[in-house]
């Protein structure tokens, strides 16, 4: 099991800049959680739900929605890094997502955090971490996002 690192307020934060801080565990992709993650979005897509036909597609079976991928941040970030002295966090935005390659129902993805940069705002800092979420046995990694949040004090 990932440890979390800890980190104590925006000094701390500063001091991390440039590291790669840490890697999530590992998180197995299930069928039942790509056809949640479908009824959540109305993407049902015959490469994300359909076993038998993507079984015949490019992939060779069915694959992850990149946004599942994405949207897997807010599990992981809290197993990477343990951020005291602020009341509250909130997700700001992205600045650029890729996905690289696919996500195969079944294997298993974990997550590299960079610390890339610690920005004052008002009330708080704005932290931009580059995310690589690895697959199982690629080369290639799935995702590779610049994910921005903002920690108020």
């Known amino acids: 099991m990932a ?31 790509v056809d949640r993650f479908a009824d959540a979005t109305g993407d049902h897509q015959w490469i994300h739900v359909d076993p038998e036909r993507a079984a015949e597609g490019p992939f060779g079976g069915t694959i992850a929605h990149g946004f599942l991928t994405l949207s897997l941040i807010p599990r992981i970030l809290p197993e990477v890094l343990d951020v005291r002295g602020f009341t509250m966090g909130v997700n700001y935005g992205m600045d650029k997502v890729r996905f690289p390659s696919p996500v195969p129902v079944g294997k298993r993805l974990r997550a590299h ?5 610690v920005t004052d705002v008002p009330g708080g800092v704005q932290i931009a971490h580059t995310i690589t979420f690895e697959v199982e046995g690629s080369e290639k990694p799935a995702c590779v996002a610049r994910f921005l949040e903002r920690r108020f004090e």
Not at 113 to 117: F, H, I, W
């Open 113 to 117: 955090l960079v610390l890339e940069e």
């Open 3 to 33: 440890e979390a690192r800890n980190i104590e307020g925006a000094d701390g934060l500063r001091e991390l800049v440039g590291e790669q801080v840490g890697t999530s565990d590992w998180i197995e992709i299930t069928q039942d959680q």
